[in-house]
């Protein structure tokens, strides 16, 4: 069965830094790209983050660009997004994801929760 | 970047269909995705490739296309439907990934 569980959310103040994990389980993680999606509280759903299978492809969301830093380890099947300089409008439930290519987002996690504020 | 307009709302009649729309100007190039999400859970992926339903999505969920409008279909719609759907793209290069505005479906 397909896992994915997110970690290492939680309250940051503006200009901090966080560091989520998303732990997979069930299946190759090798032989899949993920991505990071948010949503911030009673909006919608924003792309923030894509890392391909080999790790030499790493896209950004524009408002994401500079600050945060997606990573992998295939070794612990571990997908990381490192968020420096965290804003206000940072603050959402993140959400890792199975990249299934053209099938699309087919496997989700249930989010953890980044809150910044002062 | 691109866009992905959807209307705010859709309501419907246990029984009845429901279509929601999603507009883009480069919708004609690109696949669309659709995702259905009640509240406190993840999204749940409904469509891929337009029109392509994933094992264990009932059959009343479709996708057509046509142009630059996709829609999203609920055939005998149930209350267990009630939820925000979002439609989703990447753009013609696969560097940047877009979602819709969303439509939050209501069952009457």
């Known amino acids: 069965e397909v896992q994915l569980v997110e970690s290492g959310g939680g309250l940051v103040q503006p200009g901090g830094s966080l560091r989520l994990s998303c732990a997979a389980s069930g299946f190759t993680f090798s032989g899949y790209s993920m991505v990071w999606v948010r949503q911030a509280p009673g909006k919608g759903l924003e792309w923030v983050a894509f890392?391909?299978?080999?790790?030499?492809?790493?896209y950004y969301a524009d408002s994401v660009k500079g600050r945060f830093t997606i990573s992998r380890d295939t070794v612990r099947n571990s997908l990381n997004l490192q968020m420096n300089s965290l804003k206000d409008e940072d603050t959402a439930v993140y959400y890792c994801?199975?990249?299934?290519?053209?099938?699309?987002?087919?496997?989700w996690g249930q989010g953890t929760l980044v809150a910044v504020s002062s | 970047s691109f866009e992905l307009t959807q209307p705010p709302s859709v309501s419907v009649s246990p029984g009845q269909t429901a279509r929601i729309t999603c507009s883009g100007d480069?919708?004609?190039?690109?696949?669309t995705y659709w995702y259905q999400q009640k509240p406190g859970q993840a999204p749940v992926l409904v469509i891929y490739k337009d029109s392509e339903r994933p094992s264990g999505i009932p059959e009343r969920f479709s996708g057509s296309s046509s142009g630059t409008i996709v829609t999203l279909i609920i055939s005998a719609v149930q209350a267990e439907d009630e939820a925000d759907y979002y439609c989703q793209s990447a753009d013609t290069t696969g560097t940047s990934f877009v979602f819709g505005t969303g439509t939050k479906v209501t069952v009457l």
């Open positions: 994801a199975r990249d299934e290519g053209a099938k699309g987002f087919d496997y």
């Open positions: 480069a919708l004609p190039k690109l696949y």
């Open positions: 890392i391909g299978r080999s790790t030499t492809a790493m």
